[in-house]
């Protein structure tokens, strides 16, 4: 960042963009990322196969399709072939990447995904589009907000949410080369980007993007944007620096880096779009009960259903935008006694 | 393929009887499990083994192997009869079916077993598995065929004519569908809970090339594998027609024994019913 200071050791270790200049941000969907970290990874390895469920434009996998027509391969409307389908290229040495929206894959083929992919530990990759309220007009019916809590309990699976496009390429490469089953989420529409070509990534390994000592706010997904916006003006509006944590990888979720937030902020607040319940943050809230119990707050959708308007309108909504995030953060603040 | 001697048709008559008897000792021994699926298909079992399949039992995983994938997982206990008598592991093994720390899982695990190819046993799941795989050997230019064991009432499940589907338009010429045919399920007669008739027209429709035979005739399989070995441009499905419980008469054709084992005394009078039914073969040889 260019106005260097004590606060900003952080943004500098991870190569960030200056998040605090709004008018320069640049917005691109993070599903732009994974197509072209798909690409890549067929580039590299003529074993990446992509299969696609009827959704190759929205998917991105249309450049995929393009770059590598010997390695795509179409079956129409069918979720549950999806999974099943990849699991037998994948016992032949391929490394499938199926992709349809978060909805209806993991959603419509979980069982598929537990017995398929996770008992017999096959080298499928799920991309899972779309996910979460901000897919918008659609409404309910299309918004997954429930996928990270049903993918996150399977043993084995490795689950990650991406912040940016940017880091949607890289996780979409590091996961192509990483042997396992892996949920790879990311959204429709367009959102900030935060990191650049220089920020690492690891799977596994949360990221401190801002430091701060006075609450821990632990985000996955587009809304860590919101998360660095709120700490910034808390940090203005009530002198409470917040530290922001990446947490792109729900699992294997880097415990160390949790347990070093709760002891060291005293206070949490979780940030994913997602139901709150069984999500990223229930998993933050599971490792900081039995390690350093503090208290935590919840940002995320609130047990109920999205419905039909546009991704702003319902992250505000929903209670995501940046004045929940430093409302939750407040309350966590003065939860610390 | 070549096609069966008198003399290898009569190994293979006596072998079916070996895997018989391996599932009625397995089962007895678990106290849980399925009989008359297994039963039925001893003969499929024993031919693929025996003679349709290139495999080799001391190297599980050689690349070039052909694939047989059991969608039907709960009639595991045929599939490991079948393995232990053609070399996959020491005969006595099938007595811990079902135990805690067994490789021989209630339904079929791979990472547990890795001949197994995959791991099965919620139904209907078997043959998309078989189209990734054969498209797979397609898309590397292997010569390796897959084939898929699957029960007849599994294709009530939509996964499967999704697989269906996508097997004719890939024109899967190294897949074969194998269906044991034995009109039965668990809650009763497969065409009385809902009806699959007319089943071979149905994959016709999918454009597949339809096969049928005796399932309990090792060289009527043969001669269908022979013909599925021998399609070009087409996934083949051989409906081999069954006799649920066969070879053990308290069972032949009663659905009732589709998901229990014989008790002890059962178990008995099962073996001396095979073992009565061995020496015939050998007799007549």
Not at chain 1, 15 to 27: F, P
Not at chain 2, 9 to 32: F, M, P, Y
Not at chain 2, 152 to 160: F, I, N, P, R, S
Request: a negative charge; charged letters at 25%.
């Amino acid at each position: 960042m260019p106005s260097a200071d004590t606060k900003d050791v952080a943004a500098h270790a991870m190569h960030l963009v200056d998040y605090r200049d709004a008018a320069t941000i640049q917005h691109v969907p993070t599903r732009n990322g994974f197509g072209e970290g798909l690409i890549e990874a067929g580039n590299r390895n003529k074993n990446v196969v992509a299969i696609c469920a009827d959704l190759a434009e929205s998917t991105r996998m249309e450049g995929f399709k393009k770059a590598h027509p010997e390695q795509y391969i179409e079956i129409g409307v069918a979720e549950q072939l999806l999974v099943a389908m990849a699991g037998g290229l994948a016992a032949a040495g391929k490394t499938p990447w199926i992709a349809s929206y978060a909805m209806f894959n993991p959603g419509r083929s979980w069982e598929q995904v537990r017995t398929i992919m996770a008992l017999n530990e096959s080298n499928v990759k799920i991309a899972g589009a779309h996910a979460g309220v901000s897919v918008g007009p659609d409404g309910a019916t299309h918004q997954a907000i429930e996928d990270i809590a049903i993918m996150r309990v399977i043993p084995h699976m490795m689950v990650v949410v991406p912040c940016d496009s940017v880091q949607t390429k890289k996780a979409t490469i590091a996961l192509s080369e990483k042997f396992g089953p892996a949920y790879l989420r990311f959204a429709r529409d367009k959102s900030a980007i935060v990191t650049t070509e220089e920020t690492p990534f690891e799977i596994g390994k949360a990221q401190t993007f801002r430091d701060g000592n006075d609450v821990a706010i632990v985000a996955c997904g587009i809304l860590l944007y919101n998360a660095l916006v709120a700490a910034e003006e808390l940090a203005r509006e009530d002198g409470i620096e917040c530290r922001v944590v990446n947490n792109h990888t729900v699992k294997p979720m880097d415990e160390g880096a949790i347990d070093a937030a709760a002891r060291e902020c005293g206070a949490i607040v979780t940030v994913e779009e997602h139901q709150v319940h069984a999500g990223m943050g229930s998993r933050v809230a599971e490792i900081v009960a039995q390690h350093h119990p503090v208290p935590i707050e919840f940002v995320g959708v609130q047990d109920q259903f999205g419905q039909s308007g546009e991704p702003t309108e319902l992250i505000e909504h929903y209670g995501m935008g940046t004045a929940a995030i430093k409302a939750a953060a407040r309350k966590a603040y003065k939860r610390k006694s | 393929m070549q096609s069966l001697t008198p003399k290898r048709l009569t190994e293979l008559q006596v072998k079916a009887n070996d895997v018989r008897q391996g599932i009625i000792e397995a089962l007895a021994a678990a106290g849980s499990g399925h009989s008359a699926g297994s039963l039925d298909m001893a003969d499929v079992f024993t031919a693929l083994y025996g003679h349709i399949m290139r495999h080799d039992p001391q190297k599980p995983e050689w690349a070039d192997r052909d694939r047989l994938l059991l969608s039907c997982g709960h009639i595991a206990p045929v599939r490991y009869s079948a393995m232990a008598h053609f070399g996959y592991f020491p005969v006595e093994e099938l007595l811990t079916l079902r135990k805690f720390g067994s490789r021989l899982q209630g339904h079929p695990e791979r990472v547990k077993l890795p001949a197994l190819e995959t791991t099965s046993g919620p139904l209907g799941e078997g043959l998309a598995q078989g189209v990734g795989m054969a498209l797979a050997a397609k898309l590397d230019k292997k010569d390796w065929r897959v084939y898929v064991v699957t029960s007849d009432a599994e294709h009530q499940c939509g996964l499967h004519w999704e697989a269906m589907m996508t097997a004719g338009k890939f024109h899967l010429d190294n897949l074969t569908c194998i269906i044991d045919r034995n009109f039965i399920q668990i809650d009763g007669s497969t065409e009385d809970i809902m009806p699959l008739e007319p089943l071979g027209d149905k994959y016709r429709a999918f454009n597949w090339e339809v096969i049928e035979c005796d399932g309990n005739d090792i060289a009527s399989i043969v001669e269908a594998a022979k013909k599925a070995a021998a399609t070009v441009g087409k996934p083949q499905v051989i409906v081999a027609r069954t006799v649920p419980g066969k070879g053990v008469s308290y069972m032949e054709g009663d659905y009732t024994w589709h998901g229990k084992p014989p008790n002890k005394q059962q178990a008995g009078e099962a073996l001396h019913e095979l073992q009565a039914a061995r020496e015939r073969i050998l007799a007549n040889a």
